[in-house]
């Protein structure tokens, strides 16, 4: 079956839900005091009709969801925002951030990739996967590039907000679960994976701080350093927020597990940026880890925010099966999450969508 195929028959289960009789009643009593938990799912499909998009937001609609979250970029959206606005869905535009793997503007400037350790651009020599191919969040043209893509986006007719998504450096280190699959064993730093150690980066943080990073024994014990390239990224997202909020539309942003993992892991301080939402992607398998992550992740981040902004906790529907769905939507449940997100459209099943039902009306 193509993925066509699939999308359109998960479109037609989700019509066999609606038209069952009503087996999911809340055993709860409208108490008022219970607060509203969201549910959010990343969904796109280039070749969807608006008819398609109708279809596939009811269904969503229908199973409680809040919003959507809509990749490919500005055509995908101008034909699913009028469904979702007509069925009271809000749509928020996901959007790839420093990882752009062939982009075609960015491809003009080989100068604006970021630069390893050891020295090689990401424009030419791409780590781990032939998809990473990430730009120097430092470089202004870099950010000027990716600001005004936002906005372009942004300036959507109809559109809630825009949610960013590869918001981060190259990983440095792998979740756990996943160094098998790359055959590595990173209790360390490692050059090749290490970023940015571009001209502009080096110079930036050598005149703030008296000397160059390259100079160091081991830069990755370097705390100075660590915190540049964190607030790189942060005063990205902060100049993004500033020109969202502008335009009187929200920010979010999908990032690592928990505020600590994703400083050490991919050099997010996610905690600390201007968002109006947040998803950490608690993908506990990839993290080597049990399912009470979900509950663990998803407190430490609640924690760490202090209050500043709802976070919706993100799943990721594949190699899941309906016993470890439901346990996880009850875990997050337990916490004080405001919702939860699904990675994504095209694994939910009708077996996924009974059970999403369910537990959002438990
Ligand atoms: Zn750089």
């Not at 918001?167 to 098998?180: M, T």
């Amino acid at each position: 079956m193509n993925k066509r195929d699939f999308i359109k028959q998960l479109g037609l289960g989700s019509a066999a839900i609606l038209s069952a009789p009503v087996f999911f009643q809340s055993c709860e009593g409208e108490s008022g005091e219970e607060k509203d938990f969201k549910l959010w799912v990343w969904t796109g499909g280039g070749n969807k009709t608006e008819a398609q998009w109708d279809e596939e937001l009811a269904g969503l609609k229908s199973l409680g969801f809040f919003g959507v979250l809509v990749g490919g970029g500005k055509p995908v959206l101008e034909k699913a925002i009028p469904a979702a606005k007509k069925h009271g869905l809000e749509i928020h535009a996901w959007q790839w951030t420093m990882n752009r793997p062939g982009d075609k503007t960015a491809q003009q400037h080989p100068e604006w990739y970021a630069v390893s350790r050891e020295g090689n651009s990401c424009y030419d020599v791409r780590p781990y996967v032939d998809y990473y191919q990430w730009l120097c969040p430092t470089k202004p043209e870099v950010q000027e590039f990716v600001y005004n893509g936002m906005m372009e986006i942004c300036d959507i007719d109809g559109l809630d907000g825009v949610q960013l998504d590869y918001v981060r450096y190259c990983d440095v280190i792998l979740p756990r679960g996943l160094w098998e699959k790359y055959d590595l064993v990173q209790d360390h730093e490692m050059p090749e994976f290490d970023f940015c150690y571009c001209e502009d980066c080096r110079s930036k943080f050598t005149s703030e701080q008296g000397y160059d990073p390259l100079d160091l024994e081991d830069p990755s014990q370097d705390e100075k350093w660590k915190q540049f390239r964190y607030d790189s990224i942060t005063n990205l997202v902060n100049k993004i927020a500033d020109g969202v909020h502008q335009r009187g539309k929200k920010l979010s942003a999908s990032v690592f597990a928990t505020p600590s993992l994703a400083r050490m892991m991919v050099r997010q301080d996610w905690d600390k940026w201007n968002l109006d939402f947040v998803f950490p992607m608690i993908y506990y398998k990839f993290y080597a880890e049990d399912i009470d992550f979900m509950k663990r992740a998803t407190e430490e981040g609640i924690k760490d925010l202090n209050g500043s902004k709802p976070l919706y906790t993100a799943f990721y529907l594949a190699d899941k099966n309906n016993e470890e769905l439901k346990e996880a939507i009850e875990l997050v449940r337990q916490t004080n999450a405001n919702g939860m997100a699904f990675y994504d459209y095209g694994l939910m099943n009708e077996e996924f969508r009974a059970i999403i039902k369910e537990q959002k009306e438990a």
